[in-house]
């Protein structure tokens, strides 16, 4: 296989995937919010104005809130995983390329969510986008034991990363199911699985998971 | 608690946490200043036309560059702690991402106020995300402290991080309290106490702060 | 040479060439996605309307990810050739920042042919971006084994990362060729032997080149 | 001087401020090309009506990429400085923060020029960029001289960093100056220059400066 000198070397260091992948998310969290637009100048001539203008875009502000918590959860999810790791390989690499496809996406299916927020296929496909950001990341961490890319790991923790992703995902995909009854109930759910996720552990809650 | 050994090693990265800042503090500069559009070509048709219409940017310019400023001194504020602190934790890793969201709120806020210069709502909020930045930035120094996730510091030095933003966030609000005569004057208070603090030291000034 | 104390200073950072190219991709990769636009509101009333509006939208966003991937391929390359060498020289660093703008013109191709699928120009014009960012990568490569700016690396690797962008070009300009025939066809070749690139090795295919 | 203990450890890290630089710089440049409108599709029906919609945009093309050299030009300079550099402090840091303000202020400037490219104001504001960020760049490495933030530099390399620049803006101005003539010349002047400063150095050309 003459091809093994290329790919032994391709795509090895786990430093810039990290600072790729840093970029990435930067952009994205940041394009999030910025698709905010201000109230047209035209419509606004005084303070009540403004007000009821920015009044009407709140719900908008609290779903990109919504999605940076998303981008933030699934950043600290890979940084985990890359600091376990040792070294990366190009199928690893690769993997987490994907990943990073999916992020690239968030600002869109927020975008549609935060339009349509009534319709059941703008939820459904906001919450693909989080199941593919899981999928890719479970694959990823599988990769990695199998490859034998970690450095020393507890197995104890190995089984720690693969638990918390697929409770999560279990409960999202709980909320997702929701939208039969209400595309806002969906939304309530998967926002209130992120908060115990985020603020959880400091309130002793999620100690099993 | 078998959560532990997650969290334990979940957001530990100093580096990737400040990898992360650079990136959206990187954006959300260079957007900000890209809302400058340039004039409508079919209403130019000389030199005279062109300059007038430069003429009229020239305010929205110059706030541009003062949130650019605002931004630099959360970059410089941000950098300091994270230098100082030895290691991050989970905790303080979603400190940070909250700063970060306030930051990516900024060239929205900024849009706001460059839209609306006359209307006090406009400013309110405009000094809202200064102050949600500045409380962020005083409650992750906080824990940081409380934590032990500082190395050898002086506690001269933790008191100067925080009687610094104390001081600051004081001569925002009492700029901002201006607004009730003129949202104008509030800006022009919360520029000058930036300036202040940026040219500050070298002048000599801020020498009890 | 009274410049050469300047020169033999100037670009020298192979660290920096990596994190200015990082930026960059993860600019553009984020920016190809996010010229997908949500429906407008106006034009959608229900799930029917919305999926349908969303149909229409799959080939563009079979595209961008297309793009994304070759943005990957071509990411993965460059850090293959930098993780390879030593230091980076002045004109190293020139050569990579003219393969940093090809980079940047991909979202621009990329839009041109998701408009107009149909016209043969649109398909040229986004290969000869791939063709571009394909000779400047072969060009850094010479330069940097011919100023021996690489560390101890054998021959046979040498050869194996030359080969292995002849190869994938060539394939390319083939796949390019037949949009005398088709633009959709030559655009089905390009994707496919970037497929081939990414999954290839995993499969076994690929061995020879 | 109480403050002290604040401002001798607030904006040191040398390694954050080339990572803010890096980010400021990848976006403006990717922003930069991004201005690059593909042609309104219900305006393009064929071939031919492609091709010359793109041919009206060549300019612009050119004109971009003018730009996006500049900015190259601007950050193997700044690079260069910070690689000689020891440490950063607060006043370099800000400096350097001002520096980034005039980065990305280029996408503005340039998009005006290619908008309004037969009008000397657009011109003059062009060059005035570029001569904000030079007089920046000297002003950073005076100070950086003079604070003694140097590790172990020759007196000639010294010299040569401040040449260099000099020699620049005097040629910049010079090509600005003929804007009495035409703009267009003007343009051709400056980015006759830059070419020089790239590919000069190779070709044996300014080995004086």
Redesign the interface.
């Known amino acids: ?3 093994k ?3 032994l ?5 786990r430093e ?1 995937l ?3 992948s ?13 698709d ?1 637009h ?2 047209v ?1 035209s419509t ?1 001539h ?2 009540r104005e ?2 009821s203008a ?1 009044l009407v875009m709140a719900p908008r502000l609290l779903i990109y ?1 919504g999605s ?2 998303t981008l ?1 959860i699934f ?3 890979q ?2 995983q ?3 790791i040792e070294r990366s390989s ?2 690893l ?2 993997i987490h ?1 994907a990943f ?2 999916g992020v ?2 968030m ?2 299916s927020t ?2 969510m935060a ?2 927020i009534t ?4 939820l459904v ?1 906001y919450w693909a986008n989080i199941l593919v950001l899981g999928l890719i990341l479970f694959a990823s961490w599988r990769v990695a034991v199998s490859y034998k890319l970690l450095g020393n790991t ?1 197995p ?2 190995i089984r ?2 693969e638990r ?1 992703i697929v409770v999560a995902q279990t409960l999202y995909a709980a909320g997702a199911a929701l939208c039969v009854i209400s595309p806002l109930l969906s939304l309530a759910v998967i926002v209130a699985t992120q908060l115990v996720y ?1 603020i959880g ?2 309130a002793g809650l ?4």
């Open positions: 296989m003459t091809e000198p290329y790919n070397v391709a795509g090895q260091s810039r990290a600072a790729l840093d970029g990435v998310f930067a952009v994205a969290m940041t394009l999030l919010v910025l905010l201000t109230p100048a606004v005084n303070e403004l007000l920015l809130l940076f918590m933030g950043w600290v999810g940084q985990t890359l600091n376990l190009r199928d690499t690769w390329l990073l496809a690239t996406l600002p869109f975008a549609l339009e349509f319709l059941r296929s703008a496909i507890e104890e923790l720690a990363v918390r985020v552990p400091k999620l100690s099993r998971i």
